[in-house]
Structures are given as structure tokens and as C-alpha cells.
């Protein structure tokens, strides 16, 4: 089956220090991947999305992701964590859908990163 | 600042009865997606729409959900009868796709239902 793993569910940094946050995925073919933040009682937000080429994407807020094809992963990065960070965190692969021209997006079950001052 | 709406953001109803949610997408986008998220399951794609035609709703529940575009600017989820265990936050998104471009997708805030 096609899936999509973020095996933390929590992620605890200092302020100041680097994070990642994982995502490993199960699909056929070459994948869309994205990534999402929620804040409380908010909806997601776009992040960042890998298609093809650089291996390395740089999305807003200061993230960037590394797709990494051999180990199925695309791990979310940022070089030094803001306490603002501190958020809900999807991983999510688009896949082709049952019918021709249409897609199907599958979630992670969402990291919590918790950003300490 | 063009954000995806939705109405109600609470709804709290009892089991039997129909519930209507209520999407308006950016304006322009021409792609709706609805999801349910819940604590045990997490973010499920329920259904989207392309251009106004249903392509995908087989992660809904077809026997009382329901989903909808009357027209560009709205579209409808509706659960008839429901149940307790329908209760979740239910979100709706938003995008542009030509052909060859990637959704990128834009969330509402979400209608949280609660179903006594």
C-alpha cells in the first residue's frame, strides 16, 4: 500500500538550534511531495514542494526540504528553530488517482514540533 | 489577502440530523478539495473537484456524505443522517492546476462538528 510515515510524533529544540522533522514514503513512480504547517485551531499552510530537480527546496518561513530518492525520504530542515515554529507539521505525497487526469494526496499523521525558549 | 472561507467554523448537532458545510474557494482557483481530520485517523481526503465536476470521492462515505459545487464560488459537504462518529474537523481546500502544474493547496480554517 502507498503510504506516507512521519515516525516522531513530537519534536522537541532549543531555540536557536537546527531541526528536522522526518518523512519517509511508500509509493510507485516518481512522487509530488509536499509539506504543510497547522497552527491551532488553523488550517494548513502551504510550506514547500519538491517535483523534480534540485535535491534541496527551499520553502517559506526559512524550511527547506531534501528529497532523497534512495532512502525515500524528504526530511523538513531549518538551520535555527524559532519558539513561532512551534507547530503541527504534514508531510503529503501526490499520487496518481484510479481515474486518468486525476490525483490522489495522501497525508502523514503530522509531527508536532515544540519549540523551547 | 484571498483566503479560503468556511461556514460554520462549530457545529455541534445531534445524531439524525443533517449538517451542511459550506466552502467558498479562492476566487479563480478552479480546483476544491474537502478532508476530515480526526485525532485517530488524521487528515483523510474525502473528495475534490475540478472545474466544478467531482473527480475523486472515494474516500466519502457515500451513503449519508455528499459534496458539491453549485456554482465556482461554492461548494457544500453534506452528512444526512449523522452520526457520532462523524465528528472531526472538516477542512476544505483550495487550487489552481493547468495541466502539468502542481496543486499547491489552500486551507480553510477548518468547520469543527461535534455529533451528540
Known amino acids: 500500500a502507498q503510504s506516507v510515515a512521519q515516525p516522531e510524533d513530537q519534536v522537541n529544540v532549543a531555540e536557536g538550534n537546527p531541526l528536522t522533522v522526518k518523512c519517509t514514503y511508500s509509493?510507485?513512480?516518481?512522487?509530488?511531495l509536499f509539506w504543510y504547517v497547522q497552527y491551532p485551531n488553523r488550517g494548513l499552510q502551504f510550506l514547500l514542494k519538491?517535483?523534480?530537480?534540485?535535491?534541496l527546496v527551499k520553502g517559506s518561513y526559512g524550511f527547506e526540504a531534501e528529497f532523497n530518492k534512495s532512502q525515500t525520504s524528504f526530511h523538513l530542515k531549518k538551520p535555527s528553530a524559532l519558539v513561532s515554529d512551534s507547530a503541527l507539521y504534514f508531510c503529503?505525497?501526490?499520487?496518481?488517482?484510479?481515474?486518468?487526469?486525476?490525483?490522489?494526496?495522501?497525508f502523514g499523521t503530522g509531527t508536532r514540533l515544540k519549540v523551547l525558549a | 489577502d484571498a483566503r479560503v472561507t468556511q461556514t460554520p467554523r462549530h457545529k455541534v448537532t445531534e445524531m439524525g440530523q443533517e449538517v451542511t458545510m459550506r466552502c467558498q474557494p479562492i476566487?479563480?482557483?478552479?480546483?476544491v478539495f474537502w478532508y476530515r481530520q480526526t485525532m485517530m485517523q488524521g487528515l483523510e481526503l474525502l473528495a475534490y473537484?475540478?472545474?466544478?465536476?467531482?473527480?475523486?470521492d472515494s474516500g466519502m462515505p457515500k451513503d449519508r456524505f455528499s459534496a458539491e459545487m453549485p456554482d465556482a464560488t461554492l461548494a457544500t459537504l453534506k452528512i444526512q443522517p449523522s452520526e457520532p462518529r462523524d465528528s472531526a474537523v472538516y477542512f476544505c481546500?483550495?487550487?489552481?492546476?493547468?495541466?502539468?502544474?502542481?496543486?499547491?493547496?489552500?486551507f480553510g480554517p477548518g468547520t469543527r462538528l461535534t455529533v451528540l
Open positions: 481546500a483550495s487550487g489552481f492546476r493547468l495541466a502539468g502544474n502542481t496543486d499547491t493547496q489552500y
Open positions: 509509493v510507485s513512480g516518481n512522487p509530488y
Open positions: 519538491y517535483i523534480t530537480g534540485d535535491n
Open positions: 503529503a505525497v501526490r499520487l496518481q488517482g484510479s481515474t486518468s487526469g486525476t490525483y490522489k494526496y495522501i
Open positions: 476566487l479563480g482557483h478552479n480546483t
Open positions: 473537484f475540478r472545474n466544478r465536476a467531482p473527480l475523486d
